[in-house]
Each structure stands twice: as structure tokens, then as C-alpha cells.
């Protein structure tokens, strides 16, 4: 999915919980994260010099965030653990960075931290190439029927557009909104 897809709909399903900036900030940064594995891909409309700067950016969140994990990592599953949708689209590091957060800060950031994150997977696992659950273990493989490629990734604004009007007329739980994606899941796999 694309970056304001993952924001717009993340709002969506967690406003009624985010109750001050701080909270909206770490949302906002929640549901972008594990994108920042094709962070040197970003800004590409962007003038040269401050495309340059915000990827530094990225980079530097990258190497504080993931960079230790990632080096751990490589000893078991070698150069894999660098590349887009592997070790960034799991659940085992939004744990480890909600720990970290419940511990520095607060258990109500962490919490929203954690779910902003999960929610970037479940969107991805509607996507063609899928998402697994708990990379590099064993356990959930979840892909669809959206190929991001082409003109499909579009649907989703087209499905926010539904579910935002569904929610405005009906006062439905926003949680209720994700029900909208589960035709679009093809194939759920335990391994
Ligand atoms: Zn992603």
C-alpha cells in the first residue's frame, strides 16, 4: 500500500483512542516504520539536495531502530535480513519497539505504537506479495489480491472513501471498518 493510504486508514481505526500530539505523532510514525526498508526509494519528487537529507533521516532512524537487529539477524538468514518486506514487516519488531516504548515512555504509547504498527501489516497482507506474520520464524503467511503495480492500489482510496461514509452514517466502530478488507485477503497460510 502506499504511504498516505497507510496513514489515512490508520487514523481511521485508531482516532477514537489518540487523545493528544504525542499520541498522533507516534501513530503517524507507527504506520509509515516498516517502510523505511525502501526509505533510499523515497522523496523521489523531491529536489535532489532535500531528498538527500530526508533519506540521511531515514537512514539514521533505520540504523538506530533496525541496524542491531538486522546485524543479529544476518548470521542465520545472511543478506535477507536487509532486504524490503522481511524483517521490518513482522510483528517481532513492533514488540520489541512497543517494549521499549512502554518502558521510556508510556504503556497507552506503546499500545497505539503496536497497533499503528500491525495495521501496516494487515494492510500490506492484502497486497499480491503478502506479508509473514512473524519473519524470519515460522507461522502466519497472509497475501491478496491487490497487485500495488498497477491501477488496484487505487481501490483502496475507493474502499476509505466507503468506509469513511460508512462511518459517519452508521456511527460504526471504527475496528468494524476493517471487515472491508477481508474480501480482498486471497489465501491465509499457517507453515
Ligand atoms: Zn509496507
Known amino acids: ?8 486508514w490508520t487514523f481511521l481505526i485508531l482516532f477514537p483512542f489518540i487523545k493528544s500530539w504525542e499520541e498522533a505523532l507516534i501513530v503517524l510514525i507507527f504506520s509509515v516504520l516498516p517502510d523505511i526498508d525502501v526509505g ?15 533519506q540521511l533521516i531515514l537512514r539514521i532512524i533505520w540504523n538506530i531502530l533496525y541496524l542491531p537487529y538486522a546485524f543479529l539477524l544476518s548470521f542465520f538468514i545472511g543478506k535477507k535480513a536487509f532486504e524490503h518486506r522481511t524483517i521490518t514487516h ?3 519488531p513492533a514488540f520489541l519497539l512497543s517494549f521499549a516504548l512502554a518502558y521510556f515512555w508510556s504503556l ?5 505504537a503496536l497497533a499503528s504498527y500491525s495495521l501496516h501489516l494487515l ?18 503467511f ?6 500495488t503495480g498497477t ?33 480482498l485477503i486471497k489465501e491465509v497460510k499457517l507453515f
Open 40 to 54: 533510499y526509494k523515497k522523496f523521489q519528487r523531491f529536489p535532489r539536495g532535500i531528498r538527500k537529507f530526508l
Open 123 to 140: 494492510f500490506d497482507s492484502i497486497t499480491v506479495s503478502g506479508v509473514k506474520w512473524f519473519y524470519p520464524l515460522k507461522g502466519l
Open 90 to 92: 513482522s510483528l517481532i
Open 151 to 183: 491501477w488496484q492500489v487505487f481501490l483502496i482510496d475507493a474502499l476509505f472513501v466507503i468506509a469513511l461514509l460508512i462511518f459517519l452514517n452508521l456511527k460504526t466502530p471504527t475496528w468494524s471498518l476493517l471487515l472491508l478488507f477481508v474480501p
Open 142 to 147: 497472509i497475501r491478496g489480491r491487490i497487485n
Open 1 to 8: 500500500m502506499l504511504q498516505h493510504q497507510h496513514i489515512l
Open 108 to 112: 497507552k504509547i506503546a499500545l497505539l
